[in-house]
């Protein structure tokens, strides 16, 4: 028969265990997936909660640093937040500089390890949207009018800054009516304003344009088909 105190000792034992069993361990709780997203320059910080995290119970902290800098600064409006992303645009402004992101958690009392990002420069990995495009009908022919999209910063007199000051763009505008059996590029070229000329009368034309950007060989969405008859 096991003694009084033998047995006390087993069951704080087992409590003990079972009490660690139940707690998620360090690497478990670590966030998956951090990775930015951006889009004309807009950058944001995202990941996906660790295995271990359930419900809307843990806290995420996040810093971030360029590349060069010893250092890591925290990202104090997501220190201790429950979303899973983080708006790091303005700590991102320098387009051309490599920056990192990386991310905790916290939940019931345990903090894991730091999972980082891999290097990250806005220049080379953001997305440009389709360019703004208004079509006026004029005296038979279509008049193009094409705006980049604005980054999210301002200059130093606070206008608003054009995407094309940063890339080489073209602009690729594309043109379909009811006469014709397949889509026509009808411009290609860093002009903003295409006037399309030629057209049919009593035809319905619908016009679509894209950005490309030749130094990565990429491109934007289309923008909005936008369609006009002429009379």
């Given at each position: 028969m096991m003694p009084p105190h033998a047995f006390l000792g087993f069951l704080i034992g087992l409590s003990l265990t079972r009490a660690a069993e139940t707690q998620p361990d360090h690497a478990s709780l670590k966030p998956q997936r951090v990775h930015f997203q951006s889009r004309n320059f807009h950058n944001v910080l995202h990941w996906r909660p660790g295995r271990a995290c359930t419900g809307n119970s843990s806290l995420y902290f996040v810093q971030y640093k360029m590349y060069g800098q010893r250092q890591w600064t925290n990202k104090?409006?997501?220190?201790?937040?429950?979303?899973?992303?983080?708006?790091?645009?303005?700590?991102?402004?320098?387009?051309?500089?490599p920056y990192y992101g990386r991310v905790k958690t916290a939940s019931a009392g345990i903090h894991s390890g730091w999972t980082m990002t891999r290097r990250f420069i806005p220049w080379w990995e953001t997305k440009i949207d389709p360019p703004v495009m208004n079509i006026t009908q004029v005296n038979g022919s279509l008049l193009v009018i094409l705006h980049a999209p604005n980054l999210p910063h301002r200059d130093q007199k606070g206008n608003s800054v054009s995407m094309d000051n940063y890339y080489q763009l073209v602009y690729r505008v594309f043109i379909i009516s009811n006469s014709l059996e397949k889509e026509q590029k009808v411009y290609e070229g860093a002009h903003r304003v295409i006037e399309v000329e030629a057209l049919a009368p009593h035809a319905v034309y619908c016009v679509v344009a894209e950005i490309y950007r030749p130094e990565l060989?990429?491109?934007?969405?289309?923008?909005?088909e936008r369609c006009v008859t002429i009379p």
């Open positions: 104090e409006t997501c220190w201790g937040i429950q979303e899973f992303f983080c708006d790091l645009t303005n700590e991102t402004s320098a387009i051309q500089e060989d990429r491109r934007s969405q289309r923008s909005e």
